[in-house]
C-alpha cells in the first residue's frame, strides 16, 4: 500500500504523523518504505534516526547553444512553454532556472544547433531508519526552483516491492510537487488543524485529492485549539476524521526533540496501527463498490 501524507500548509505536524505511522508499522513487523519528498525542506530522517550510506545526484538535461550553427531563427523560443530561451538580437539565450527540461527547443531547431547539457539540481539519499525503516529522500540545490523532477527521481529510484508500506512525506501545500508526490498513492492522509487557516487550506487539499481521485482521511493536530468547523467540513464532505492528537506540552517536546509520537507515548503505536486498518478497510470497501 501506498500512503501520502500531505498538509494544505507547513507547520500541522505532517511529517510528525508520517514518520510515526511508519514507526508504528515497523514496530510490528511490517516493512515499511519511506520516501521524504518535502525536497525543499527534508527533516523526516530526524523524527526516524535515518543514516545515509547511498548518495546520486539529480540531474536535468539543458540546452546549450552552439552560436557557430545558429541562424537566430527563433523557433526554439517559439516552442518553448516556459519561456526559458528567448532569441535577441538573433542569438537565443537559455534560462536555465525557467528550463523544464522537456528538449522540445532541441528537437525543433532546423539547423542541429541545440545540444544538452546535465544540470544538477539536487540529490538523493537513502539509507536505514530506525525500527528497519528504507529511508530515503530527496534534497534540492539551494535556489534551484526545479524541484518536481527531484521528488519524481527520488519516487524512480527507491522503487518499494509490491509487499512494502510506502509512506510518501509530501511537501506542504497543494502545488505541483505536491501533485508529484502524491503521483500513485492509494491512499492520502490530510492532516490539518481545527483553526481558520486550517481549514481553509485543509478544503484545498481536499480539492487536490478529488482531482487526482484519490482517497482521503483527516488526522486533526493540537486537537482542543480553534472551533469545530473542520469537523463540520469533514462531516458534510465525507471525509473520516482518522485520529486527533490533542495539543500538549509533552508532545510539543518531544517533536521539538524529534521523537515520533509513538515513542513519546507507546500508545500511539496501537493508534496508528489500528488507523492503518482502518485504511485497509476503506480501500476494501472502495475496490468492492467498483
Ligand atoms: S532554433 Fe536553432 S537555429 Fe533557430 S534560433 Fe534557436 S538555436 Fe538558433
Ligand atoms: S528544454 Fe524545454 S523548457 Fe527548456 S528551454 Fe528547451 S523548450 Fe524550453
Not at 158 to 165: A, H, K, R, T, Y
Not at 168 to 178: A, I, W, Y
Not at 254 to 267: C, F, H, K, R
Request: proline share 7%; net charge negative; hydrophobic share 40%.
Amino acid at each position: 500500500m501506498i500512503i501520502a501524507v500531505a498538509s494544505g500548509k507547513g507547520g500541522t505536524g505532517k511529517t510528525t504523523v508520517a514518520a510515526s505511522l511508519a514507526t508504528a508499522l515497523a514496530e510490528m513487523g511490517k516493512p515499511v518504505s519511506f520516501l521524504d519528498c518535502d525536497v525543499e525542506a527534508p527533516n523526516a530522517h530526524l523524527f526516524l534516526g535515518a543514516v545515509f550510506d547511498q548518495r546520486r545526484d539529480v540531474d536535468m538535461l539543458i540546452p546549450q547553444v552552439d552560436e557557430s550553427l545558429c541562424t537566430g531563427c527563433g523557433r526554439c523560443a517559439e516552442v518553448c512553454e516556459f519561456h526559458a530561451i528567448v532569441v535577441l538580437g538573433g542569438k537565443p539565450l537559455v534560462f536555465s532556472e525557467l528550463c523544464h527540461g522537456c528538449g522540445s527547443c532541441t528537437l525543433e531547431c532546423p539547423e542541429k544547433a541545440i545540444s544538452e547539457i546535465p544540470k544538477t539540481l539536487g540529490i538523493l539519499e537513502s539509507g536505514p531508519g530506525g525500527a528497519q525503516i528504507n529511508f530515503a529522500r530527496g534534497l534540492l540545490n539551494v535556489g534551484e526552483p526545479m524541484a518536481v523532477p527531484v521528488i519524481s527521481q527520488l519516487k524512480k529510484w527507491q522503487v518499494p516491492s509490491p509487499e512494502e508500506i510506502l509512506i510518501l512525506d509530501s511537501p506542504p501545500g497543494t502545488s505541483c510537487l505536491v501533485v508529484e508526490s502524491m503521483r500513485g498513492a492509494d491512499f492520502v492522509i490530510l492532516v490539518t488543524e481545527p483553526t481558520p487557516f486550517g481549514l481553509h487550506d485543509l478544503k484545498l487539499a481536499v480539492q487536490l485529492t478529488e482531482e487526482l481521485g484519490l482517497p482521503a482521511g483527516v488526522i486533526v493536530n493540537r486537537d482542543g485549539v480553534g472551533d469545530t468547523k473542520v469537523d463540520d467540513f469533514c462531516q458534510e464532505a465525507g471525509l473520516p476524521i482518522l485520529m486527533r492528537i490533542p495539543l500538549e506540552r509533552k508532545i510539543g517536546a518531544g517533536i521539538a526533540a524529534g521523537q515520533p509520537l509513538t515513542e513519546i507515548y507507546p500508545s500511539y503505536g496501537d493508534r496508528f496501527r489500528q488507523m492503518f486498518q482502518q485504511l485497509e478497510g476503506i480501500l476494501a470497501d472502495r475496490k468492492a463498490e467498483r
